[in-house]
């Protein structure tokens, strides 16, 4: 057990949609990552959080955004959803912006019908 | 562009027998991971490689790092079907944001009798 918590595990919904995922990171971790794993694209950096803040921005698409909140918890919202959102959404953590190893949850599937 | 690029993608191989996983990146890095995915689950770190020459073991699994060469390893001794998943390597380039994660499109490993 990471000490990452996800939630839902698998969602199912239809294009067009929108949907949030959360994500509780380890207690004391202050950093925050959101990543898309899918068969083509393999695992793809979305967007980083510290502390509240946002730290980077990778291949996140305008219709996805996040946030974190003062309780260090993050959420992931996809809006507009098409069929080519269907992925496994991880998020990950880490204490700081060091070198420690990210710590990752264990994902939440979205599949889009 | 940056890139990390690993070899082989596939990997079958029988109990008892060695082999190495090779991760190359192509621009100077300060940071490298090893990870390891087994179906359907997350990404449970395996080694953190932070200085040229450096080499870390557990078990029948050895990384090691060469940042000359842009090329880091993964040693696979007597492997046994335990060892069977998908092990990703992941780069931190240094001068993109901190914490940031470059991941390579992963070796899925199967280990047979």
């Known amino acids: 057990d990471s000490g990452v918590t996800q939630t839902p595990k698998h969602l199912i919904t239809a294009t067009g949609q929108r949907v949030t995922l959360r994500c509780s990171p380890r207690?004391?971790?202050?950093?925050v990552y959101w990543y898309q794993q899918s068969l083509d694209q393999g695992l793809q950096f979305l967007i980083q959080y510290y502390n509240g803040e946002e730290r980077a921005k990778g291949n996140i698409l305008e219709r996805f955004s996040a946030q974190q909140f003062p309780d260090l918890h993050s959420e992931l919202n996809l809006s507009s959803l098409e069929l080519g959102d269907s992925a496994l959404y991880f998020c990950?953590?880490?204490?700081?912006?060091?070198?420690?190893?990210?710590?990752f949850g264990d994902g939440t599937r979205l599949s889009i019908l | 562009e940056l890139k990390v690029e690993q070899n082989p993608l596939f990997l079958s191989m029988q109990e008892g027998k060695n082999y190495t996983i090779y991760c190359n990146y192509s621009t100077t890095s300060d940071r490298l991971y090893w990870y390891r995915q087994d179906p359907g689950k997350s990404l449970e770190s395996l080694f953190v490689?932070?200085?040229?020459?450096a080499v870390k073991q557990e078990g029948r699994l050895m990384a090691s790092l060469d940042t000359k060469a842009r090329l880091s390893t993964l040693h696979i001794t007597a492997a046994v079907h335990d060892l069977s998943a998908t092990y990703f390597c992941a780069v931190g380039f240094r001068g993109s944001t901190l914490g940031r994660l470059y991941f390579g499109r992963g070796t899925q490993l199967t280990v047979w009798p």
């Open positions: 990950a953590s880490t204490p700081g912006v060091g070198n420690q190893p990210q710590h």
């Open positions: 490689l932070l200085s040229n020459g």
């Open positions: 207690s004391g971790d202050l950093s």
